[in-house]
């Protein structure tokens, strides 16, 4: 038995003797099969061939991605709050230095996420972490692969967690797609940690709001509109991407509105 990882989307599915058929996520229009077909790797294929960078990003955040890049190859956030750290996105692979190091942190008392494309072996990452909580969108839920009682399917627009963390359902990209709010971030003028909802474009002082990145389907002004809305409430002058090398500072907020508008005016006819 083994739980085996999808090689294109990173998502770790439950335990069986073979590996699955199908990839649910990459089957979906959002994603898609990779040139040579379905493959699955297993966590030890993966710990022999990737190691994690774990990197300190700013003073209560440290950064965790894969090297070389697996799958989407997005790097996943701990937050250290006083209350406790939490996992904001994972990554597919964990070993024994990563566990090792993200104890040495003060460890891990939730994982949240932002939607199941950047998900990987986050079961897994919570059973090595005491069975910590996963903070999933309800709306979400049939996208959980590997199912486990540490899933808290979470409801509605917004659910504190603790020393004012928040997470914000944007919708969007998925119906559940989320955000998390962090106002101890940026030295205190507030951080909003997103997946692909409010995807960092290559010039930093714009994001972008898209369907599918990888097939390029674009989202509906309403759609866009409510990922606006979602976020207004909030204070925040930095944004942290899913990649390393994704961030918008600052005026990140500014950086939200100017570019759904942008954005609107280019979907809307002439
Ligand atoms: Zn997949
Ligand atoms: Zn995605």
Not at 72 to 97: E, F
Not at 146 to 163: I, K, N, Q
């Amino acid at each position: 038995m083994a739980a085996f990882i999808c090689a294109t989307c990173g998502m770790q599915y439950g335990e069986t003797d073979a590996p699955p058929e199908h990839c649910l996520i990459c089957e979906d229009e959002r994603q898609y099969i990779g040139s040579k077909g379905q493959r699955w790797v297993t966590m030890p294929e993966l710990q022999k061939g990737y190691q994690n960078r774990i990197e300190d990003i700013e003073p209560g955040l440290t950064g965790i991605g894969s090297m070389p890049g697996f799958a989407i190859g997005q790097r996943a956030l701990l937050v250290q709050t006083p209350g406790g750290n939490v996992l904001w996105d994972c990554v597919s692979l964990l070993d024994d230095a990563t566990v090792e190091a993200i104890r040495s942190s003060g460890g891990i008392q939730a994982i949240a996420v932002s939607h199941p494309h950047l998900a990987g072996s986050l079961v897994e990452w919570s059973c090595a972490f005491g069975n910590a909580p996963i903070y999933w969108h309800a709306d979400n839920r049939e996208w959980a692969m590997r199912s486990d009682p540490a899933y808290v399917f979470w409801e509605g627009e917004t659910h504190p967690l603790w020393d004012g963390l928040t997470l914000v359902r944007c919708g969007g990209h998925f119906t559940g797609s989320a955000v998390l709010h962090w106002p101890g971030g940026a030295e205190g003028r507030g951080a909003l940690l997103t997946g692909d909802s409010i995807q960092v474009a290559s010039d930093k002082r714009y994001v972008s709001f898209m369907y599918s990145y990888p097939n390029m389907i674009p989202l509906n002004a309403r759609k866009v509109e409510q990922i606006v809305q979602s976020i207004k409430p909030l204070a925040f002058d930095r944004i942290y991407g899913g990649w390393w090398d994704k961030v918008v500072d600052p005026d990140a907020k500014g950086a939200v509105i100017r570019s759904a508008e942008r954005y609107i005016k280019a979907i809307s006819p002439e």
